[in-house]
Each structure stands twice: as structure tokens, then as C-alpha cells.
């Protein structure tokens, strides 16, 4: 493959006049404020993440606060930013860096791609953004941009694909100001070459643009072969109690919701009714089957039913919840529990909080 010619000066030029310097990773720059911000930024645009990167780092501001920060803190700050393995991983290479590396982040890709969550973009993003060392990237805005410039067809989840796309990567990283063309190619991805209508009249690279002498921007990169989106039906057991409480359980560490607190799902309503009746000693008249609520994740779409039941103050509740293993909880819907919640959950609570606060007993 005959490479074209280095990117790496227009883009550096256009980066002076228009690149972001002011984002909040950007200041005090070192690899664990970078590397939240990079595991942050996958599938999570920059506006949305500002919010929760400062309350993360007002929170846990080095590696060894995370590492000693309770699971619930870690998955609570990162409730409402989605795909919780992220912050699952996040946490296991804190305490791997901690225990592991005495608290210093390695140095080399090698080093930091055996971390948890840490794949080679990262590492490149942690090596050339906090470390100065020359390493190349490859995040959704980059693959946009350099797919688009040379032409490359095909969707990049595709080996080959993959490989030509950091094939470019690795020729265009200068060696000299490398962090600089990082965040760059990052912002060009970002504000110049978007997904819809790239402004290409302002592109420091067009003129050697593949897609656009072919009028083609919107065919690279390829996309992902569709399939049908399955539906999963669940029921959740929603118990709630006076004066503003509800029983929520700690799903085991793997899966969607790993970690997270929401109410025990069942395949069943039958299911969700026993359970509500047996662990709280309530007859089944008592449970009630609300409309259904939809959320729709990666790879499937919910539709959750809550079967409900509620504990007046005259009512007391059977004492198997306090004897359950850990896993289960009352918490107090106002103000909502700190904690991890899945989104679908925290406008569930929402909502609850809303009802119960209208209830007078
Ligand atoms: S010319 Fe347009 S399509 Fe090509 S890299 Fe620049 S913004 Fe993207």
C-alpha cells in the first residue's frame, strides 16, 4: 500500500488556530486524568461527559482514591453515562495500578494494554496526550476521518479494515508534537469531519481527501452489517414501603447491569408476584402489573413491566428482606440512593418518588 503524504503538518497548523485546549483533561494533564477521560469518551460525546468527568474528579482525584473508592461510588458516579463495564473496569485497573505498580501507570503500549479496559487506542491516547511518546490512535472520530481521506471501504469492526485504518494511523503520528496532533485528529473527527454534513470546505486536509474528490463523505466509513434488534420482556418486583422507600438488589458483577442496584427482574409476572409475596409476607391481591416501560440497549430492546406492591405503615413487612444475603435493600427514593442505576431504573425511581410523596400513609 503506497502511503500518502504526511497529514500530520496541515492538521497541526489547523489545530493552532481551531483545536480545543481548554477541555478539563486537558488541564494538569497526567495519564489517570487522561485515561478516565478516554474510557469516558467511548461511545459518550465530550459535552455530555464534562458533567461527569468534574464530579468524578472532584470526587476521586488520583488512581489510589479510586482503587480505595467502594464499587457503589464508582457505578454511582458513573450513573447515567451508560455501559457500566467501563466503570467496572475502570475501578479493577485502579486497583491493579495501585497494587500492581505501586500507583504509576506503565509506559509502554504493551504495559498498559494488560490493564482492564485498556485497548491499543487508549494506550495510545495515554502515551501520546499524558506521556509525550509517540503511539497512534484510533478512536471513532480518527477511524472517521482517516477512512474518509484514503478511501478506505468496509465497516471497521472488520479485521481488515481495522488494519489498514491503523496502518494509516501509525504512518501519520508525527514524532514531534504528537499530543498536540492526538487531540487534533480528535477535534478534526469531532468538529469538522462529523458523521452527517462534514464541513470539508474548512477541512485542513481536503485537498487530498479520497471521499470527497469521489462526492462519497457519508459511504466512509462503512457501516455495521444491521441485524434485527431482538426484544426481551421482564418483569421487574418493584416493592415500595412507607414513607418513601424501596427494596432494590445488587446484580451480580457480569452482565449488562453488573454491579448496578435495580429491583430482582423475572422472566414471568407469575415470577415477580411470588417473589414479592414470599420474601415480604404479602397475599398476591396486593401486587399490581403497571403499563410497560422500553429502553433500548446495544444489542436488544426492554420492555419492562414493574409488578408492584406497596408497604402502608400499618403493614409490617416479613423479616426474610432484612435476613437476604446482602444483595437486598431498602433505600430511600427522596433524595434517590448513591449508588449505581441503570437509566431505565433512575426514571423508574423517578417516578415512584413522584407517586409515594402523594401517599399519606
Ligand atoms: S475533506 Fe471532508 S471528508 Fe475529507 S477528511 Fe476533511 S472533512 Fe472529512
Redesign the pocket.
Known amino acids: 500500500m503506497k502511503e500518502k503524504d504526511h497529514i500530520a503538518g496541515a492538521v497541526l497548523h489547523w489545530f493552532d488556530q481551531h483545536g480545543r485546549k481548554d477541555l478539563p483533561w486537558q488541564k494538569q494533564r497526567t495519564p489517570y486524568r487522561v485515561w478516565v477521560s478516554e474510557i469516558m469518551l467511548q461511545q459518550t460525546q465530550v459535552s455530555t461527559v464534562i458533567p461527569f468527568y468534574e464530579r468524578f474528579m472532584a470526587q476521586l482525584p488520583t488512581v489510589e482514591d479510586l482503587a480505595a473508592a467502594p464499587e457503589d461510588t464508582v457505578l454511582h458516579l458513573w450513573t447515567g453515562l451508560g455501559y457500566y463495564a467501563r466503570a467496572r473496569n475502570l475501578h479493577r485497573c485502579a486497583k491493579q495500578v495501585c497494587d500492581a505498580h505501586d500507583g504509576v501507570f506503565p509506559q509502554d503500549l504493551e504495559g498498559l494494554e494488560a490493564l482492564p479496559g485498556i485497548g491499543r487506542s487508549t494506550a495510545g491516547a495515554i502515551l501520546s496526550l499524558a506521556m509525550d511518546t509517540r503511539a497512534p490512535i484510533l478512536d471513532g472520530n480518527v477511524k472517521r ?1 482517516l477512512a ?2 484514503h478511501g478506505v471501504a468496509g465497516w471497521p469492526g472488520q479485521r481488515a479494515v481495522s488494519d489498514a485504518l491503523w496502518s494509516h494511523a501509525e504512518h501519520h503520528t508525527p514524532r514531534a508534537r504528537v499530543a498536540d496532533y492526538t487531540q487534533a485528529m480528535m477535534d478534526l473527527g469531532a468538529t ?2 462529523t458523521r452527517s454534513r ?3 470546505e474548512l ?1 485542513p ?2 485537498s487530498g ?1 479520497t ?2 474528490a469521489l462526492g462519497q ?1 457519508s459511504d466512509f466509513p462503512g457501516r455495521k452489517p444491521r441485524k434485527a434488534i431482538p426484544l426481551r420482556k421482564r418483569w421487574l418486583a418493584v416493592a415500595t414501603r412507607a414513607p418513601g422507600e424501596v427494596l432494590l438488589q445488587k446484580r451480580p458483577d457480569s452482565g449488562i447491569w453488573g454491579g448496578l442496584w435495580a429491583p430482582p427482574e423475572f422472566d414471568e409476572a407469575e415470577g415477580a408476584t411470588e417473589w414479592i409475596t414470599d420474601t415480604l409476607s404479602l397475599p398476591p391481591d396486593v401486587c399490581q402489573v403497571d403499563a410497560a416501560f422500553h429502553h433500548t440497549f446495544t444489542h436488544f430492546k426492554l420492555e419492562a413491566h414493574s409488578v408492584r406492591a406497596h408497604l402502608g405503615t400499618n403493614r409490617a413487612p416479613g423479616n426474610r428482606v432484612e435476613c437476604a444475603a446482602g444483595s437486598l435493600k431498602w433505600f430511600s427514593l427522596h433524595p434517590p440512593p448513591s449508588v449505581g442505576l441503570p437509566a431505565p431504573i433512575v426514571r423508574l425511581l423517578a417516578r415512584l418518588s413522584a407517586e409515594t410523596a402523594l401517599r399519606s400513609d
Do not use: L, M, S, T
Open positions: 476521518v474518509r481521506y469538522c469531519c462534514p464541513a470539508c477541512c486536509i481536503n481527501c471521499a470527497r463523505q
